[in-house]
């Protein structure tokens, strides 16, 4: 009998240490890429006349990151969560702010109920975001969200629609399914913890709404103000598998938003993405080409400031985790004020603000590895 109960709590330390222990998960997505990047138009500075054009071959970690994440019984009904991810620079150009060695990622504690939900209180992505499953694109064409026309230290910078960030202390609540419908909800506020008066204070708060319904089609709206921008964004999206109701492999989504920048600017920025990708069966492991199209009107809300973006590309996955990607791509932007940085043979930025157009070619691919 002290033998069984002896085994018994044995059993149960080692389902505790189990349960306590964190998972630990990465991705590591290295590419090479040959970009070209040309300017053409005025400098509105000193009205000097601009042209350039360079080319350089890169080697890039494109969101590589390291991460440790697990939860723990608290109660019968409820988890505590955790999670803590940071980004790495497989590459090593800590002096490119996109890619600083160990820059925080969603980071957060919280609980996850049966009944009520799930709470996270932390560093979280706006959860608008939660309903992008239209993005295909990979590596150096990955780039949503580099719309900001000011302080940008780049020669010319990929310029898209404006999407959402990570939130310092902020909350989200994700509510718990109702009989099954097919719906996904997320509360979000972003807490303003700057001691002033209430009505000075710039609090956020966003919501989204996912339908799925597991017949391969989705459809999603979300809302945000006053967090990834000072104004509001709201966004729209649906995709649909056409493999689920004609022999197709081919899934196709679509995005569009709308970026108010609260009158801070004049224009409201508009921003369309249109993807595509289809499956290939004559290959000996699982592959696929995509098309992706995303087109952008008053950029950072700046009026006259638009750019289109094209680009194709193909995945190979050698193993689950081990996936080839190869693609190619161009941004053209059309600007009546756009602030971009030149770097001299020094290595120093000279400022100019364009009137003009701005394009980018990058042709490239790579290896991801997941963990």
């Given at each position: 009998?002290?033998?069984?109960?002896?085994?018994?709590?044995?059993?149960?330390?080692?389902?505790?240490?189990?349960?306590?222990?964190?998972?630990?998960?990465?991705?590591?997505?290295?590419?090479?890429?040959?970009?070209?990047?040309?300017?053409?138009?005025?400098?509105?500075?000193?009205?000097?006349?601009?042209?350039?054009?360079?080319?350089?071959?890169?080697?890039?970690?494109?969101?590589?990151?390291?991460?440790?994440?697990?939860?723990?019984?608290?109660?019968?009904?409820?988890?505590?969560?955790?999670?803590?991810?940071?980004?790495?620079?497989?590459?090593?150009?800590?002096?490119?702010?996109?890619?600083?060695?160990?820059?925080?990622?969603d980071t957060y504690l919280g609980f996850d109920n049966k009944d009520y939900g799930q709470f996270r209180f932390g560093r979280n992505y706006t959860v608008i975001d939660y309903i992008n499953n239209v993005s295909v694109n990979e590596g150096y064409w990955d780039n949503l969200g580099s719309s900001t026309l000011n302080n940008n230290d780049k020669f010319a910078n990929v310029l898209t629609p404006t999407v959402g960030n990570r939130i310092n202390n902020s909350i989200i609540w994700k509510a718990p399914k109702y009989n099954d419908l097919p719906l996904a909800l997320a509360l979000m506020y972003?807490?303003?913890?700057?001691?002033?008066?209430?009505?000075?204070?710039?609090?956020?708060?966003?919501?989204?709404?996912?339908?799925?319904?597991?017949?391969?089609?989705?459809?999603?709206?979300?809302?945000?103000?006053?967090?990834?921008?000072?104004?509001?964004?709201?966004?729209?999206?649906?995709?649909?598998?056409?493999?689920?109701?004609?022999?197709?492999?081919?899934?196709?989504?679509?995005?569009?938003?709308?970026?108010?920048?609260?009158?801070?600017?004049?224009?409201?920025?508009?921003?369309?993405?249109?993807?595509?990708?289809?499956?290939?069966?004559?290959?000996?492991?699982?592959?696929?080409?995509?098309?992706?199209?995303?087109?952008?009107?008053?950029?950072?809300?700046?009026?006259?400031?638009?750019?289109?973006?094209?680009?194709?590309?193909?995945?190979?996955?050698?193993?689950?985790?081990?996936?080839?990607?190869?693609?190619?791509?161009?941004?053209?932007?059309?600007?009546?004020?756009?602030?971009?940085?030149?770097?001299?043979?020094?290595?120093?930025?000279?400022?100019?603000?364009?009137?003009?157009?701005?394009?980018?070619?990058?042709?490239?691919?790579?290896?991801?590895?997941?963990?």
């Amino acid at each position: 009998m002290k033998k069984l109960l002896l085994a018994t709590a044995v059993a149960a330390l080692s389902v505790s240490a189990a349960q306590a222990a964190p998972t630990v998960y990465g991705k590591v997505f290295v590419t090479t890429d040959y970009v070209n990047a040309e300017i053409d138009g005025q400098n509105m500075y000193n009205n000097n006349r601009i042209n350039e054009d360079n080319g350089s071959l890169q080697v890039n970690s494109k969101l590589s990151r390291l991460g440790f994440r697990g939860s723990e019984a608290l109660s019968a009904n409820t988890d505590v969560i955790y999670q803590y991810e940071v980004g790495i620079n497989v590459d090593g150009n800590e002096g490119d702010d996109d890619n600083i060695a160990f820059k925080s990622r969603d980071t957060y504690l919280g609980f996850d109920n049966k009944d009520y939900g799930q709470f996270r209180f932390g560093r979280n992505y706006t959860v608008i975001d939660y309903i992008n499953n239209v993005s295909v694109n990979e590596g150096y064409w990955d780039n949503l969200g580099s719309s900001t026309l000011n302080n940008n230290d780049k020669f010319a910078n990929v310029l898209t629609p404006t999407v959402g960030n990570r939130i310092n202390n902020s909350i989200i609540w994700k509510a718990p399914k109702y009989n099954d419908l097919p719906l996904a909800l997320a509360l979000m506020y972003g807490a303003d913890e700057d001691f002033i008066s209430d009505s000075g204070r710039d609090a956020g708060y966003g919501a989204s709404l996912m339908f799925d319904p597991g017949t391969g089609f989705t459809a999603g709206i979300a809302y945000e103000q006053d967090m990834s921008v000072s104004g509001d964004i709201i966004r729209g999206s649906a995709t649909v598998d056409l493999g689920k109701y004609i022999a197709a492999p081919v899934k196709l989504g679509v995005l569009y938003q709308e970026a108010d920048y609260a009158g801070i600017t004049t224009a409201t920025e508009d921003g369309l993405i249109v993807s595509a990708e289809m499956g290939l069966s004559n290959f000996a492991r699982p592959a696929s080409v995509y098309m992706q199209y995303d087109k952008t009107d008053n950029l950072s809300g700046l009026e006259n400031n638009d750019s289109n973006q094209i680009v194709v590309g193909g995945k190979y996955a050698f193993k689950k985790n081990m996936i080839a990607h190869a693609y190619a791509g161009v941004n053209s932007a059309d600007l009546d004020n756009g602030s971009f940085g030149l770097r001299d043979d020094d290595g120093n930025i000279n400022k100019i603000k364009l009137r003009g157009d701005a394009d980018v070619l990058a042709i490239g691919g790579g290896l991801e590895y997941l963990f």
